[in-house]
């Protein structure tokens, strides 16, 4: 595999098992519906396990631009890089959403709640306020990048088992960030599947909530580049 098709596996993954605990959880009928907040923090970090595992030896397994924004801000990826590595998570992204929306099409029916058919898609802030929204969604993604880039550190990195680790940090910032925003922490996991639910014939699926897609594309951002910034400080 090359680094587009490594990142659109991963990132089919990553939005196929993430984004489809939410739906097992929030949709009505399922065998999953209501089992709770751990249960999908707990998915969404065994789909980052899963994704990084899978396309790790074929493209470093970015699987999300706030990633590959702070590689190339400290020059561990050739700038001509990034278009592959953001083309193959945003069509990987579309194709892990699909095949959500094909597992569940039946629960999508069943549900007449818009606004939890739009949560199996993209997120939404416990308490709607932009500025705050975007610090809670930079403080998330921070910690991610941060933490990531001391892992993939030559002295400390294990190759394709970073995933592990990886997928601990994405649980942790679920568990303790993740209340106020629903920590998206990465653009194409919020917006292509927000692009896809617009598409999408779900039925009854209400407003894609264009006014707040802005945060979780621009608080990841600034999140990444502080991480950058300071872990290239401190080495």
């Known amino acids: 595999m090359n680094i587009f098709t490594g990142e659109l596996v991963g990132t089919f993954l990553l939005i196929l098992l993430g984004n489809g605990v939410v739906a097992n959880v929030l949709l009505k009928k399922t065998n999953g519906n209501n089992s709770g907040w751990i249960v999908i923090t707990f998915g969404w970090g065994m789909a980052v396990f899963v994704g990084v595992f899978a396309a790790s030896k074929a493209s470093g397994a970015h699987l999300n631009p706030a990633v590959t924004i702070a590689l190339a801000w400290l020059k561990k990826i050739p700038a001509a890089a990034i278009p592959q590595y953001i083309g193959g998570q945003v069509a990987g992204a579309a194709l892990g959403q699909l095949f959500v929306w094909l597992a569940y099409r039946q629960h999508y029916l069943a549900t007449d709640e818009t606004d939890l058919k739009r949560a199996t898609f993209c997120t939404a802030p416990a308490i709607r306020s932009g500025l705050n929204n975007v610090i809670t969604e930079a403080i998330g993604t921070f910690v991610l990048i941060f933490a990531v880039l001391f892992i993939i550190a030559p002295s400390n990195s294990l190759g394709a088992l970073d995933a592990l680790p990886v997928a601990f940090i994405v649980l942790a910032i679920g568990l303790s960030l993740g209340g106020p925003t629903g920590y998206a922490i990465n653009p194409v996991r919020d ?22 897609a802005w945060v979780p594309i621009i608080g990841p951002v600034i999140g990444a580049l502080l991480a950058a910034i300071i872990y290239q400080q401190l080495n």
């Open 191 to 212: 917006f292509v599947p927000r692009v896809m639910h617009a598409i999408l014939p779900i039925g009854k699926k209400g407003s894609n909530d264009w006014a707040y």
